[in-house]
């Protein structure tokens, strides 16, 4: 069976950078000042980041400490809100005992199973109307 021929680029080949032609027919003092230019241009494009990650930061230090300080913003993301949820009411009554009840989350339980077990009785037939 042949094998696959793999795509990109071989393993240890590099990259050649190849100058292009505004660059390779400048003069010393020309590229010079491009490079010049460049480092100017990059360092401005990193104090632009680094003020959009520390205000990004900023508005995350609430979460840092324990959530008591407040979101700039207002909502509270990533977090689920605190506290007990309500009990979920039953749906489902059991026919030969009216106390037991189920919610219908979860397995379906052992008295459910066992009344339904034999009979024609169905999940529907059991709901509290």
Request: with cysteine.
């Amino acid at each position: 069976m042949p094998r696959k021929k793999r795509r990109g680029r071989p393993p240890g080949s590099k990259n050649n950078i190849k100058l292009t032609g505004s660059v390779a027919a400048m003069d010393v003092a020309q590229l010079s000042n491009h490079i010049a230019g460049l480092r100017t241009a990059l360092a401005a494009k990193i104090d632009e980041q680094r003020a959009y990650f520390e205000c990004q930061l900023a508005g995350l230090s609430g979460y840092t400490n324990g959530g008591r300080a407040s979101v700039s913003s207002g909502a509270r993301v990533g977090r689920p809100r605190a506290g007990k949820r309500t009990k979920a009411k039953p749906k489902y009554q059991s026919k030969k005992n009216a106390s037991v009840k189920w919610s219908g989350r979860g397995m379906t339980p052992v008295w459910m199973r066992e009344e339904m077990k034999g009979t024609k009785l169905k999940r529907d037939d059991f709901l509290i109307k």
